[in-house]
């Protein structure tokens, strides 16, 4: 099966500062690919890259082919069409996917109706309300209605996170980008959080492109692990063979601090 995105010696510099070099992974139809490193190794430039929102201050080149569309050098237009229907992206903050002014209902209704337009369906706003409820249903939301008529800052950070989920959904993506999205959210709210992307992802038979600084995390939600370290990609491998047995010194290391971390919180890693 081809690949739906390919990176191919992709490099990202600002200036004469390189901050990603030659990386190169694939992620096929319904892969779940991690991406992991510590802080500052490149995972988000990556990310942002790869839907084209690097800032005017960054060039990015080598090649992204994102469902056989060179994002390099692409213009606005082909860009603007792969963010939604191809690409969706949840944040660690999903204040930064919210309008703090609008009633989180109206906000997955606007989604909802774009994805109809792209699909060239047209809709009532019945059809839409009633989609916006089905989604908030969908990402564990009880009482979707009452929800749906607050505004960002009336619910909470989980809550907001599974709105912004919800959004993302609304796209019906190939590929979900989870750029560190539990990071915000307390540890018993982070499991929900991971399983419920978890259970999305497979149901709604996306890609998953996974990204977090935390092992055991990651190990939960993905099946190919690929690692960066300062701007360039040192192990790519499945997750069992990466996590049981890393080629490089790198891997070993942020696993054992992860074992270390984990074993002075009592959890189970
Ligand atoms: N707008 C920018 N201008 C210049 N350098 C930047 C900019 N954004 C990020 N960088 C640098 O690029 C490198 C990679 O940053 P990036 O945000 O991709 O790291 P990350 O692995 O996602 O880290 P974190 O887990 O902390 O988010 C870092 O050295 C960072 O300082």
């Known amino acids: 099966m081809s690949a739906l995105l390919t990176i191919d010696r992709m490099s990202i510099a600002a200036g004469e500062r390189q901050l990603v070099r030659n990386v190169s992974f694939s992620i096929a139809p319904g892969e779940r690919l991690g991406l992991i490193g510590e802080s500052g190794s490149g995972k988000s430039l990556t990310a942002l890259a790869l839907i084209g929102l690097l800032s005017d201050a960054m060039m990015a080149t080598g090649s992204i082919l994102l469902a056989d569309t060179e994002v390099v050098g692409a213009r606005e237009r082909q860009l603007v069409a792969l963010r939604g229907p191809v690409v969706a992206t949840i944040f660690q903050e999903p204040l930064t996917a919210l309008d703090p002014l609008m009633r989180v209902g109206r906000q997955i209704g606007e989604v909802v109706r774009r994805r109809m337009r792209h699909d060239c369906v047209s809709t009532s706003s019945q059809q839409v309300q009633a989609r916006v409820l089905e989604l908030l249903a969908r990402v564990s939301i009880p009482d979707p209605e009452r929800l749906a008529r607050a505004y960002p800052h009336e619910i909470s950070g989980g809550q907001r996170q599974r709105v912004a989920i919800a959004m993302a959904l609304a796209w019906r993506p190939r590929l979900l980008i989870a750029d560190e999205p539990t990071t915000a959210l307390d540890v018993t709210t982070q499991a929900d ?61 942020l696993i054992e601090a992860a074992r270390t971390f984990d074993r002075a919180l009592g959890r189970l890693f």
């Open 193 to 253: 959080i991971l399983k419920l992307i978890g259970q999305l992802v497979e149901e709604e038979n996306m890609a998953l492109l996974f990204i977090s600084h935390d092992i055991p995390v990651v190990a939960a939600a993905v099946d190919r692990v690929a690692v960066l370290k300062q701007g360039e990609l040192v192990e790519d491998g499945s997750v069992g063979e990466v996590l049981q047995a890393p080629n490089n010194g790198y891997t070993r290391s």
